[in-house]
């Protein structure tokens, strides 16, 4: 067109609006925000025309991670209430009647003896493994609803040139960057993704006459994983 030509969008959910997840007793935030503009119009008039585009898009709501940590009898090292055995890999040995097996012998009563835990390790656990809470759900008992974020932006321009009559030409550059992060199963531990995106398309275009057309189009995509 030779006009000049532009809009606005916003799209926008959150909690008031939507239902409750399955694993929560509650419903949790969202707040989610998808927006952008777009403007075209001429360069040259009848001849070369151009139209660029944004979309950001944010998403910020809250997640459920169920997990399993060792409850505070089983960080002293004491498992009794547990159905699997432990075993002390300090009595390891070749078993006599086959020298291909291996023999352990269990910790009595499932507990190891204070003496054997590491300090350090029971620091860390102390310092950084959640307390076990109620889930609601028999074999979980942690949950982590440290908040996903999911922003991005997106960017487009096209360029369209009219060479001839007969004779077309267009050039469209899209690039794009995406950032999520999501938790984990503990509490403050989360996993993050960077995936930048670029594409590249060329098009041409040339009638021949009314009933034969040529058109040549070429493209690249570039997309990263980080």
Not at 27 to 38: H, Y
Request: charged share 15%.
């Amino acid at each position: 067109s030779n006009e000049l030509h532009g809009t606005l969008f916003e799209f926008l959910r959150n909690d008031k609006v939507v239902a409750g997840g399955f694993f929560t007793a509650n419903k949790p935030p969202l707040r989610q925000n998808q927006f952008g503009a777009t403007v075209g119009g001429p360069i040259f008039r009848n001849k070369t025309f151009f139209f660029a585009s944004y979309e950001g898009y944010r998403q910020v709501n809250a997640s459920s991670q169920l997990a399993v940590v060792p409850t505070p009898a089983e960080r002293s090292g004491d498992f009794s209430s547990s159905d699997r055995r432990l075993f002390d890999p300090y009595s390891t040995r070749r078993n006599p009647a086959n020298a291909n097996q291996f023999l352990r012998d269990p910790f009595p009563n499932n507990r190891i003896p204070g003496s054997r835990l590491s300090p350090s390790v029971l620091a860390f656990v102390n310092a950084v493994v959640p307390q076990p809470i109620d889930t609601g759900f028999p074999n979980f008992n942690a949950r982590n609803g440290d908040p996903q974020k999911f922003p991005s932006n997106a960017y487009s321009i096209r360029v369209d040139h009219y060479l001839s009559p007969r004779d077309s030409v267009w050039v469209r550059y899209t690039w794009s960057e995406q950032n999520t992060s999501s938790a984990l199963a503990l509490k403050g531990a989360r996993i993050t993704n960077d995936i930048p995106a670029k594409n590249l398309g060329v098009g041409y275009t040339h009638a021949f006459g009314p009933n034969t057309v040529l058109t040549a189009l070429f493209g690249f995509t570039s997309t990263t994983f980080m």
